[in-house]
Every structure is written in structure tokens, then in C-alpha cells.
């Protein structure tokens, strides 16, 4: 397993194109608006080699028995399924962030099951093909960018269908030693701190749209590949030099636009290709373990939560009886989320090629509540915290000589609580509700691991109303 | 195991002193209004021999190894809790309404747990006594009544303090054989269709009200055991003969206040006296417990699912996307409960007796969120069903030549529905949120188990906020 | 304008054809199921004749300048409008459940207005007509029910393509003198204690169902018009003698069938006869009315807020501090309520005809409201009351020699409070939560006046979507 | 009245001492982060103008007679109280932020009730001079901040036995032609905007406290008076130069900390001087108008749901039916707002000076939804927008020639709609959900004029549980 040291120095080798502000980022590694997101996945490497952390951060690989990363595991129980979710919560409180290697760990899973399936039917040799790369991602510690959202542009229409082809990304060529394939996929989290890029279909396919049924990974520098990253609230106080206006001093998170622009796959990297009729499963499967992967907001809630509770007592109201009420609120709502994501992984069941899969409805159950909570959680947040995070003078007043004893001064609270404290939490709560974190707290746990609609269009697909229909009918005695 | 026909057999050998309307009711079992929840109760007997339910229903005893019904098992593992959950479910879908056996349960569970710390401090002997009041329980496969509610008087005066000392049940002489017990538990459910009454402080206690920390067993129709059922909405119904007009034709549950007036508890029944310091421990092992068996009401709202859905599709709506939407949001809401029941059962641990525990926290915040869904549930079933759910004539003008084929005529919806039909089902849907059920499935979602404010204060208690002050204050870079 | 006791025995007068639990009832004044409603419709003249009440519940008639009820009363203004709200208020917490004549308000105001554009398109003499009739309700001081919702049958179904054309009210013979009617209409509120009913079109209308764009008022006992009374939760405790168990000891509703077997109408009281075109202008005035008239929840709010306060003084916790938000809670939505139907009279506007219309977006935002608070208040004031209310015994236990002392004795809460008054106060939440009240508090609450989705349908259509398209557009920078 | 131009050139001769970012602010007029504030104030004037606004905008001035800016009115019957709602909600639509001016306004009502007041007991002639004060508002057409909110310190204490005494602001010295005030403001919306500076006590005070007691007027640029600005969430976007990613282009808002350091205040000037019993009575006047006052977020919501109407359309889902049902409940909720804000007013009445006043009680009640009603219609907006918004690029990558081709394609939605339109509304919504409009829309929603809890506790006061208590027990025969 690498250390957090020999992950960030494997990222230095990478050749990544990114751009971001309309010029390419030389430096990725480095880059002050990026950093912070590479900081937490460094934390998914430095968790798995303490002690403490072992049992839920690392796992036996099933292929070659070694103790690996849990990000690169396959489950084989529910066990893992559990650990699954409550490693999510760990990462989650201690980088209060979105910390990004989930998303590979799930591909690596579905794939692990669609692979299989695949070959029944089709007697092709892509479970065997996987196991290989499979094992290459453990043997090295990989992080690997699970890729699914495409463009979509008409949603109205299917791939084949839409004025330009490229909004789904498709086959252009097929070669002797692979495919070539163009496109691109959107909304990529952590995609410029991956080793590994994996590509699936974001949509069930017919037989029409079957270039589109591709599946592949493929190095994140290779050529052809682009990144564009994308701009998030107060990101450029990153830029500011050291202040604590940033909020979290340490962690943050990054999407990216990812443009295919005519990249070679070659045979040994593609799993699936042309089977269109295991699309949506390919899809069904990753999108079930990735609504479980928000466990991770529990984790960012659990930091919200100590945040309002710190910032309660610095202002000198924490023994108010609506301030307690209003705490109890959080961690009810936040533990509601705790029991989704634990529920879904307990329920687990095992699939064909062994690989255990957690239950699909109270998977969307969970992500579904993960849209709403989080909101809630923040507003109650902002009322704990009062109207001084968003008034906040700046860093810099609290440092310039004419101003700093007024802030001094009037931003004083509870006695013994140095006002850069006071600043330094609220700071917190304003990144997590409004700012760079908010992203990930907020708009990620909205349309991350599919929007709230596909949820409900999940849970009305995997409900049995039959069953509910019958049970009530025979209570009122309707014979039919 | 018993069968349900034995289970009745054994109830008509009782002699209860049961009131009710102001009478004694001589013959409880057929006592119409009593009946539909004494149906309920032969229910955890009949399941239990059907093989297809033998997993959830059943368990191995730990002290005999014979097959018991799973309401008389001390749970053994995680396994246990997670079935127990599951079984709740179920019966409560089967009966559409509270079945009443878990109460005794989680009374056996509570004491198998605080008998044996008790013994440990102090060199008693109750966990042997216990152990063989078990083996009698699971070797007749009794029904018992968790008691643990007093009447309270003055909340804010402890038991000693009260004005009359016997608003809590208390000790009122010792002798040799036993002790002599008096007051009153109210709330009972199920009371009356119980072999067994187990007796439990309601309340932590201090060394000034150690006459109340007493836990005992008892048969039913002890000598000086009194019941006075409570009535419940739309409860005489079920005087009317023959009808549609009670909703659930099958099912319902009963409440009572139990008096002790002076009665006598020989000691090998006596499992607690005097040990104050765990009368808190015994209330708080029962409440988790109690908490998750708020499993049942997921059961309940499959059936109140299916009503709607079966409403809807006689109202020829069930394709309007906004009936649909309600519809998930029902499932949605009925399966985060089902994720709070799993989730404190999958996350249980053992106990030093050896007795699993679910995860107080969990159990907590499940409870919680009963006191909500159910009546949101119950405003959307409301909402599906129609005005006509609370305007219908009664099953009389149905019968009568003079107004049937008005009747017929004009609530007609969809072809092909028998208007009788329709008729049925919105009566199961009123049942369920204004009538006898609404008592269960709303009012004891929000009461039974404890209060929302008494999972409030467990919430709070039970929540580590220190850890996550400290996730906050090390990310916003505060040292202290 | 008549007396209470004038009132009543002008109901004496009627010949009515009433039937209920499948028997013609013959005493419909005095049936004890149904006095209470009538109780409660009398005071709308009760209170007409006190001094304090002038302002709020009488006006001067705009025909002949006489002081009338203000239930007779077209509005002439926006105070008009406003008082109408505060009325339906004071009514509302006057009885503590619906008093059943503002619905014949609302038809008379309606017909005002659409009666008079009828005219001015097709030059006929409805408005004319309709005000020697509305001349003739207020100088008799008449109770109208307002009849508009058809039984529909299938719902996908226009009402000339109805399997059976009676679904809808329709004109089945022209006469020389008049016309000749048949149909129902079902949840006709108040219906027997009325002397008029006025039958309105449910829906708008294409030229091929104009047989069923038909307006009309009749006295109720017209030769061929049936009541079928609908049952509501609990409502036989009214026969169970002098008893606290129905909760309002004074006040009730009710719902009938009104069936109309091929009645006359002459042509004097006919307002529309075959001006399809006009039929959606009449149900959407009707309804935008009739949402404001939900008003009178607030004061049924009023009830259980006082009813919840005193149980929690009863109970001896009024003090907690959850306990005092949650009342703070429970005012804070009923207030909510308040607004909007006082923002939606104060924002009215005069029709053609001089009749002030109420503004039709913000009376069906209130109407939404509606449908949610008080499912919400009830909730609260369930968990205020606590688990009693619905485990009390019956009143007759409570006169029991054999069960008086012990209820006497274990459902005493505070000192100083007699055990009788807190099960009173406990049956009046039962009564508004679960009970009869129930019915008019919440299901009517969300299906009277139309059901949510038709409020969501009008929000629709009657908000500027436009604007605020502009509006975001020139902010960001969009110019088209 | 001033012209907009003429609001802007008066400004310019303001010589205000302005911190931020560390740096005295040399043109506070044209500096890019305050300059779309100053553009949001000036709205206020130049709507004034126009013909299709007059009667909103303006008014006669009680004491002159001339036509005069709304914002400067003393409200002279519910009529105006009622426009000044509308006019909240037209700036806020037009802005789309927080436009700074009512808080004056609401400080010179304040004070016109209270100054009359104070004199009727004291015989004092405050009301006199403030009458002058106000003319000469009036006359020059003047934006005046309405400074209420003091630092408080250590909330447990009163303001005299803070450690350091200037937590509050207070007199420190009477000289003979006026006093010396200590202390500071904070949170000062607009401040920096403002030509006067309304000062106000912000608790009821004891006599103890009488130093406190003080309220006043003063020039916004006075010697002695500094604002250290505040900084909001993504507020240096505005220093990126032209680009669409500010979202709003044109207006925003600010906050100040504003230090009074022992500024000289002429006694024609004071309005309080040490009646203590009166500051109660002013903090809630002002409370009250103030939470008025938040008609603005009514407007606000309309560009919120104006955009995302318009996002729904660029993405081509409009149709869909769960977008059309969000954009409903948007709407619900805003014309919710809506209602509470003109009931208010609707409800207000006469104080003895003549001035109106607001329904206190609905006020509250108003300000209540405001602290929650704007996060869920951001919660829905995102949901509606999608998760681009925050993975956007920036505008610079945009205008790449690497990066544009890429983001033009890949970005492209429905057919018509350039890429540029489709980022320009998602920034709108970024700017409104979690930028600088966020600070106005959401956490001033929560505080402004208040925190949630103090409108709980004015709830509580003002509304009369006794009347409902009466109405409920003798609805259930309780006779006391």
C-alpha cells in the first residue's frame, strides 16, 4: 500500500492536460486551488497504514490475498459493505470534504459484477481481463476516476440520436490492437489527483446506440485526454496567501470536464464493448454502491454539527434550550442518514461473480434523504452559528494595525475565547454552507450518484406495491 | 410451540377481571370489541408454523435448544436483532395494526441483560431466577405484558414525593414467601390477552425510592389484578354486527389500565428489589429495545401503501404523475423507517450476560422518526384516497333497498370495480388514520416506546460531541 | 334576519327525505347524530344578534339597504372580503368544527358575478333573476348549501362520454315552465340543515356536454331530492347518551349524498342553461371563495392550540421548555394560515358586476396550506396530550362504582385539576384529531374546495412566470 | 426626490473612513466589490421616477405635502403599509439582492411613534425634533442606515456588566451642546451607502442601563464613525474583471462593522437620552417594521424561480412533471412569504402619534417563514439547475482558444440556447444559493431584523392563549 508521501509523488509523474482560469496548469500537484483536493485523497493513503484505522481502511485482496486499500477491494461480505460505509464516515469527519476515491472503488465493483455476467451470456472473457487490471490497481494503490455522466445534451433524445454524436462518449474506431474513442464526461470529482481514468455508460442502450456500450480505463495522462476544471464558490480564496478565510485550512474537493479527444484503448483496458443490453445494469450496479458512498456526508455533517456546537459555545449560548434542541435536531437528521447508508450495506446480497452488492432500494432510500438533510442541516447551522459569518471582515482587517483592535475589540464573545477562534469556526460553517465545501455538502449530495428524480424513479421500480396491495386488500376482505 | 387455536384454548382457562363501557366483561375472548386484537396476538402463533416464516419466527433456545417462537428468544447475535426487526415487519403488514407480543420480549431481553449486572455487583441471585422463569415462558411459549408505564401523578416530584405514594407501583410489605405490590401501570397493550404480566420501574431511581425499584412476573389473573380497557376511536363499530364499516376486518389491538391492588409476588418471580442504582439501566436496555420494535409500523405502513395504491387504481388515478410522486414519497418515507430499524440491529453488540443490544443511538433516532412519517404517511393517504373516505354512508344504506342503488349508482369510479370495493378500501384507509388502527399506527408511533422528547434526551446523550468538535476545530486550524 | 331558535324551526318546516345507517330518518332536527351540525349552523344566527359581533357578522344589503347577515351578503368591497375571513375565523373557534354556511355565501357571490357576464355576452336576464332570488334568501335569512362536485365516474372521462350520463347533474327535459334535472351530488356539507340548495357545474365545459352547464337553486325539500348522510369517525358516541366521550359536547358536522331523481326547477330559479362557455368561469370563482373560506380552520386551530395549552397545564409540564415551542410552533402555523386568507382578501378586486372577488393565486396558496397545517398541528397537539388521549376508559367507566375510584385515582395529574376535566380536554383533542371533528379539520381540510392538486393547477396557471423570466434574465446578463 | 445620477454624485462628497481587505478604501463609490450595492440603493431612487412605479415608490409627506420617496414616508394609514410591502417586493425583484434602504425607513417609523411617547410621559419634545430631522430627511431625499445590532459580548449579561462597557453603545459624556457615544454596530447593511446613520438600543433596558438609552442621528461621514467592511462568500469574483461569473452583473449588497469612537452628537440630534423604559418599545417598533420589511425575499424568490424556470428550459426539461410540480411548490412557498408580508399590513393599526403601525403578531410570524422558506426554494433550485452549476469552468476558460471549443460543445443543451445563456442563469443561481446574493437571500433571511428565536418569543407574547383556552374548554363542558 503506498504511504500519502508515495501517492502525492506518483501524481508528480503524471503528464495530465488541465486547464482552469483559461490557462494550463503546469504544476497540478501544487496548484493552490487544487491542493487541498489532493490532500484528501492523500488522507484515504495515511488513514490505511495507522493502527487504529486498520481494520475499516484495508481489506485481504480475494485475488491475490494481500492486505490492500479498501478503496481497491472488492467486498466479499456484507462485512465489507458495512466497513464500506462507515470508512465514508471516517474520511468524511476528517476531511470534511469530499475526498474523491470513492467513485473508483465503485466502478471497480460493478464492474466486478457486469463483467461476469457479461461472459455468461456471451461467452467473452472480460471478468478475466478485469481480474488482471483489477489486480494491477491493488498491487500499485491505485486511485482510479470512475467516469459515467456524459454530456447528454437533448435529453429527449438517445445517443444516436442527438445532433452531435460526441455527447455520449462512443467507439469512432475500432483497430487491430483496441478502440478509439471520443466524447467526454462531465462533473468529474477528483479527476486531476487519479492515476487511472474508468469509462462506463451513463444510460441503458439499445441495439441502436450500441457504440455507445463501451467500457474501458485507461491512464489519466494519456493522450488525447483533457481536463477543464471547474470554478467553485470562494475558490480563489485559496489564492489569497494563508488566511483563515478559506474556512477548512486543509481539504476541498475538485470537479473537472474531461474531454476524449480521440483516445486509443487497447483490448487488454476495455470491458465492455457493443454489449448494449448490460448497459443499464453496468449503470444500475455502480449508481446502487455510489448512492451508498454518501455516507461520506454523515462525516461532513458530523463536522458541521461540532462546528455549530464549538461556534454555540464560543458565542456563549450553547445552554439555551432552543440552541441544545437545535443540536439534537442535526445529529437526529444526521444519524437518519447513518442508518441509510448502514441499512442498505447490512442488506446486502451476493451476486453471480461473488461480489457482494448492497440492497438496491434502500440504497436510493438513502441517497434520496442525502438530497434533503444536508440542506436542512446547513440552515440549521447558519441559525446556531448567527448573522457574524457572513459580516465577517476579512483576514487582512484582522491583521492591519487599524483595524485589528476593533475586531478585537467587538468581535469578542464568551470570555477566554480568542476572537480568531470565534472567525476560524464561523469561517468553517460559511465554507461548508456557502463556500467551497458547499459544493460537495450541498450540490454533490443533490445530483452526485444521480439526481433526486432518479431516485424516485428507482425506489418506484424496486418497491413491491403488489405485495403492499395485496396485504390490504385482504385486511378489508376484498376477494378478487 | 403453541398453535393459535392452543393460544385461544389458553386464554379462556384465564381469569381476568377485565372492565369495560362500565361493565366486567365476562367472556373476554369472544368479547367483540376485544376479539380483533386477541386475532392479532394468535397471529406470532400461527405464523410461526408456517415454513416459509420458520427462519424469522423461530429460534433455537440458548438454554434448552429446542425451536422457540422467536417472541419468547433472548437474542443470541446480530443475526437476532436484524430478524426481530424483520419480524416486526412483517406481522405488522399482516395485521395491519399493533400485534402486541413484542412488549414482552423486550421485557425478557431487558432483564436477561440488568438481572445478571445486578448479580454481578451485588452476589444476588435474580439471573438464576430469571433463566427459569425464562425456560417456563419459552416451554408454554406464553404471551407476556411488558408493564413499565406508571400513572406519574406530579411530573416533577419523584415517586417518594408524590402525594399518593402509589402513583408509582411500589412495594408495600414484605414477607416471607414474597412481597406484596401495589399501584397501577397504564397504557397496557395487549394487556388482556397476556399469560404473563412482567413488572418494571418506569423510571432511574434514587436510594429515597428504592420501595419502587422492584421488577417482578406475574400470571395475568393474579388475585387482585384489575383491567379497565381504554376506548379508542370508532372502537363500537365493531358492536354493529356484520360491517364494512370497520375497515380492518380481521385485526385490531387494545389498551388498559392495569391496578395492583395489593398483590402478592412470590419470590422466585421477584427479579428486582431494591437495587435503585439499576432501575435506570433496566428502563434504558427496555426503551432501546421497545424503540426498534417500532419496526412493526413499517408493516403497518406497507398496508396503508397498499390501500392508497389500490384507492388510486379504483379512482382510475393511479396514473397521474402526481398520485405516483405521492406514492414514492409513501414508500420513501416507509423505507427510511425500515433503514433505522436494520441499521440499530446491524450495529447491536453483546452484553455481558451475552445477550445482544441493539445500538441505543440508532434505536433512537428510528423511534424519532416514528413520531413523524406515519402521520405524514397518513396526510398522503388522506390525500390519495379522496374526500369520499370520510363521506361514505355506512354499510347499512348500502343493505337497504331504499338507498343501495343510489349508492351503487353514484360511487361508481372505474369499470369494472365493485362499488362495494371502493367502499371497503376507504374504510381500510379511514381505519388506519382516524379510527381504531390510527391509535396504533399514529398516536403510539408518537407515545408508545416514550415520548419524542424522551429520544430527544437519549439523542443527546448518546451522541459523541466532543469528537466532533474536535473534527471541526482541527480543520479550521483552532488549537487548544 | 332570524334567530337562532327561528332558525331551527324553520328546519322543523321541512319535508326532507333523509336517510342515515340504512333507515329514513323521520326527526331530523332532533336526531342526535345530526344536532349538533344543526347547533352549529345556528350559530352563525346566534351570533349575528350580538352586539359585540355586529361588525363581523351582519352587512347591508347593496339591493335594499337592510341589515343582513353577512352570510347572505354579496361583498362590495374589500373590507367585505376581509370581514368574511375573520368571520370564518371566530365561527371556526365559536364551534370547533365546520359550521356549514359559508358555502352557500360563496355560491351566492360566485352566481353574482357570473350570472352578470353571462348577460353580457348572450344578452339574457340571469343576473336579473338571481337577484329577486338573492333578495328572497336575505330577507328569509336563508342557510344555502352550495352544491358543486359530481360523483365524476371515470375521472378520464368528459361527462357526456360517461358510461352513465347521470355522473354529472344534467337537464334531462325542457318544460314550458322550467326544466327537469337529474344527477347527485356527493360531500354536500350541511346539507340537511339547509332551506336552499344551489347546484353549480363541478367542471368547465365543451359545447357537447352544454346539457350539463346548469345552474339552479331549489328549496331542499323539493319533491325528488334525496339525502344520503355519510358516517364519520365516532360518530355513534353521540348515541351512547350524556357522555364527555364525544369530546365537543356542543357542535358537529356532516356530509350527505344529495341525489336529484328527475326534479323540477321552474325557470325563475334557474342562472345558467346551456352557457357551456361560462361553466369553468363559475367553478373557479366558486372555488377561489370557497378556498378562502378555510379561514374557519384557524379558528378550529384556535380550539386545539387552547385544547393542547390546557392539556399541558393538566399534565403539569407547561413549563418545559419543549413543550412551550412546540405550542409556539403550533400558533406560529395556524398564524401562517391567518395570512392567507386575510392577504388574499385584502389583495380582492371588483368584478364587473360590483362584486369584489378575493384574489384567486393567493387564495389557493392559502387553500395549499391548508392541506398541510393542520395534519401538522394535530401532530403536535398528539404528542402535547400524550398517549391517554387515546387510552382513556370510557365515561361510563368513570361512573362505574366498581371502576370510578381507580380512575379517579390514577389519571390525577396535577393537584387541583379534577380527573373529569383532563379527560375532557383529552376527548376534544381525540374529537379534533381523530373524531368526528377530524373529518372537517383534516380531510376536509385537504379535499374541500378541491383537492391540493387542483390549488397546485391554479398556482399554475395564475403566477407570472414570465416576469420573473425577465426579471433573472436582465440580471445575469441575457438579452434574446 | 434625488435622481439616481444625483443619489450617486451626493455619495461621492461623503468623505467615509472604509476598511477592506486590510486597506482604507480611497473611492468607496467605485471601488468594484461595494460599487453593485451602490447600484441596488440607487434603484430605490430611480424607480421613484418612473411613471408605472409613482404610486408604489412615492408618497405625500405628512409634515410638507410633497411628493416624496416611499422609503423616507411615514406610513399614514394600512394603505401605505401595504405599498411598502409591494415595494419591498418590486426592488427585491429587480435587484435580485438586499437594496439597503428600508432599514432606514423603518428606524424614522420606528422612531415616530416612539419619540411621541416618550414626550406624552416625560413631557419631553423629542417628537419635535425628530419632525425636523425627519424634513429634512425627507427634503434631501437621504438613505439613512438604521443601526440597531450592538456586539453584546457575553449574552448572559446586561449591558452594564459587560467587561468592556462599550459592547453596547453608550454615552460616554454630556457636554452642553450634546453627547459623546462609545461603542459599535454591527452587521450595518448598506452602511457605506448611507448619507445619516440611525442609532437605536438594541435590548429593553433597566434603569441600571440608562446610559444606553440613547438614540440618535448622525451625518454617515461624522469624525469618529469607521466601517470595516465585510466580506462575503465569493465577493473578489467582482475583481476578476467583465465576466458572467459574478451571476448577477449588476447589483449586490454589504455589511459593516461600524465603530463609534467617541463621536460628538448635537443635541438636535437625539431622539433618547436615558428614558430606559422606552427602548423596549423601540426595539420592538423597529422589530416589527423591520420584519415587515422582508417582503424583499419575496422578490428575490421571484428571480430565484425566474431562473430557474429558465434553467429548466435551456436544459430542456421544463415538461417534465416533477420540474413543473418544483417550480410549483417554489412558487407555493414564495407567494406563502407573500401572504404574510401583506396581512401584516393588511392587519396594521393608528399609534398615538398617528403613525401605523404593522400587526406585530403576523410580523412575527412572517419573519418566522422567512428564516425557512428561502433555503428550501435554494434546495429546489439546485435541484432544478443541476450539478453544472457547480462544476461550471470559469468564464476565462470560456474565452480560451484551447478550452472554448470544448466547453461550447460539451456544454451545449437544448437547440437555440448558446452555451453562454446556459452559464449565465446557472451562475444566477449559484450567486443566489451559495454566492454574494446568498449572504442576503439566505443567512440575512435568518437574522436580519432578528434571529429566528426572537420571533418565537414575540409569537409567544403577543398571541392570546387565553381565548383559546376559553374557546376549547367550553367546547368540552369544562367549568372552572
Redesign the interface.
Given at each position: 500500500m503506498k504511504t500519502a508521501r508515495e501517492y502525492e509523488e506518483s501524481l508528480r509523474k503524471l503528464n495530465l492536460v488541465v486547464?482552469?482560469?483559461?490557462?494550463?496548469v503546469e504544476n497540478v500537484v501544487d496548484d493552490p486551488i487544487i491542493r487541498p483536493s489532493m490532500n484528501a485523497v492523500a488522507k484515504t493513503y495515511e488513514l490505511a497504514h495507522l493502527p487504529e484505522y486498520e481494520d475499516l481502511m484495508t481489506a485481504r485482496s480475494h485475488i491475490t490475498g494481500k492486505k490492500i486499500n479498501r478503496f481497491t477491494h472488492i467486498h466479499q461480505n456484507v462485512e465489507d459493505l458495512?466497513k464500506k460505509s462507515k470508512m465514508g464516515r471516517l474520511l468524511g469527519?476528517?476531511?470534511?470534504c469530499c475526498f474523491q476515491r470513492c467513485v473508483g472503488m465503485d466502478s471497480l465493483n460493478a464492474l466486478s459484477i457486469v463483467t461476469y455476467d457479461v461472459d455468461r451470456k456471451y461467452g467473452t472473457e472480460y471478468y478475466k481481463r478485469f481480474l488482471k487490471y483489477l489486480e494491477y490497481v491493488q498491487e500499485e494503490d491505485l486511485t482510479c476516476d470512475g467516469a459515467m455522466t456524459d454530456?447528454k445534451?437533448?435529453?429527449?433524445l438517445p445517443p444516436h440520436k442527438q445532433?452531435?454524436p460526441?455527447?455520449y462518449v462512443h467507439v469512432v474506431e475500432e483497430r487491430k490492437d483496441g478502440i478509439v474513442v471520443r466524447g467526454?464526461k462531465?462533473?468529474q470529482t477528483g479527476a486531476v489527483n487519479s492515476h487511472e481514468i474508468i469509462v462506463m455508460p451513463t444510460i441503458a442502450l439499445r441495439e441502436e446506440d450500441k457504440d455507445y456500450a463501451v467500457s474501458f480505463a485507461l491512464p489519466s495522462d494519456t493522450e488525447g485526454i483533457?481536463y477543464?476544471?471547474?470554478?467553485?464558490?470562494?475558490d480563489?480564496?485559496k489564492l489569497?496567501g494563508e488566511t483563515?478565510?478559506v474556512?477548512?485550512?486543509?481539504?476541498g474537493g475538485h470537479?473537472?470536464?474531461v474531454?476524449f479527444d480521440d483516445v486509443f484503448v487497447p483490448w487488454e483496458r476495455v470491458f465492455m464493448y457493443g454489449e448494449h443490453d448490460f448497459a443499464g445494469e453496468l449503470v444500475e450496479k455502480f449508481a446502487s454502491y455510489h448512492r451508498q458512498s454518501y455516507a461520506c456526508k454523515v462525516g461532513v455533517g458530523?463536522?458541521?454539527?461540532?462546528?455549530s456546537?464549538?461556534a454555540a459555545e464560543y458565542?456563549?449560548?450553547d445552554k439555551?434550550?432552543?440552541i441544545?434542541?437545535k443540536?439534537?435536531e442535526m445529529?437526529?437528521l444526521n444519524?437518519?442518514l447513518?442508518?441509510?447508508c448502514?441499512?442498505?450495506a447490512?442488506?446486502g446480497h451476493r451476486e453471480p461473480s461473488g461480489t457482494y452488492s448492497v440492497n438496491t432500494?434502500?440504497a436510493n432510500?438513502?441517497k434520496?434523504?442525502v438530497?434533503?438533510f444536508p440542506?436542512?442541516l446547513?440552515?440549521i447551522a447558519?441559525?446556531i452559528a448567527?448573522?457574524?459569518?457572513?459580516?465577517?471582515?476579512?483576514t487582512?482587517?484582522l491583521?492591519?494595525p487599524?483595524?485589528r483592535k476593533?475586531?478585537e475589540?467587538?468581535?469578542?464573545?464568551?470570555?477566554g475565547v480568542p476572537t480568531m477562534?470565534r472567525m476560524?469556526?464561523l469561517?468553517?460553517i460559511?465554507n461548508l454552507t456557502?463556500?467551497t465545501a458547499?459544493?460537495g455538502y450541498?450540490?454533490?449530495s443533490?445530483?452526485?450518484a444521480g439526481?433526486?428524480?432518479a431516485q424516485?424513479i428507482m425506489?418506484?421500480r424496486t418497491?413491491n406495491?403488489e405485495?403492499?396491495?395485496?396485504?390490504?386488500?385482504r385486511?378489508?376482505?376484498?376477494e378478487e
Open positions: 486547464h482552469m482560469f483559461g490557462k494550463r458495512v469527519r476528517t476531511t470534511g454530456p445534451g437533448d435529453r429527449s445532433e452531435d460526441d455527447l467526454a462531465v462533473h483533457r477543464i476544471i471547474g470554478r467553485q464558490s470562494c480563489t480564496r489569497e483563515l478565510d474556512g477548512n485550512q486543509l481539504f470537479e473537472a470536464l474531454v458530523d463536522v458541521l454539527i461540532g462546528a456546537q464549538t458565542n456563549g449560548v439555551a434550550s432552543h441544545k434542541d443540536i439534537v445529529n437526529h444519524e437518519t447513518y442508518c441509510g448502514i441499512a442498505c447490512s442488506e432500494l434502500l432510500v438513502h434520496q434523504n438530497t434533503r440542506y436542512e446547513s440552515r447558519q441559525d448567527g448573522g457574524l459569518m457572513v459580516t465577517l471582515p476579512s487582512r482587517d491583521e492591519s487599524e483595524t476593533w475586531i475589540k467587538y468581535y469578542k464573545a464568551k470570555a477562534h476560524r469556526i469561517r468553517l460559511e456557502l463556500g458547499a459544493v450541498l450540490t454533490e443533490m445530483h452526485g439526481s433526486p428524480q424516485r425506489i418506484s418497491v406495491l405485495e403492499k396491495k395485496k396485504a390490504a386488500k385486511l378489508c376482505g376484498i
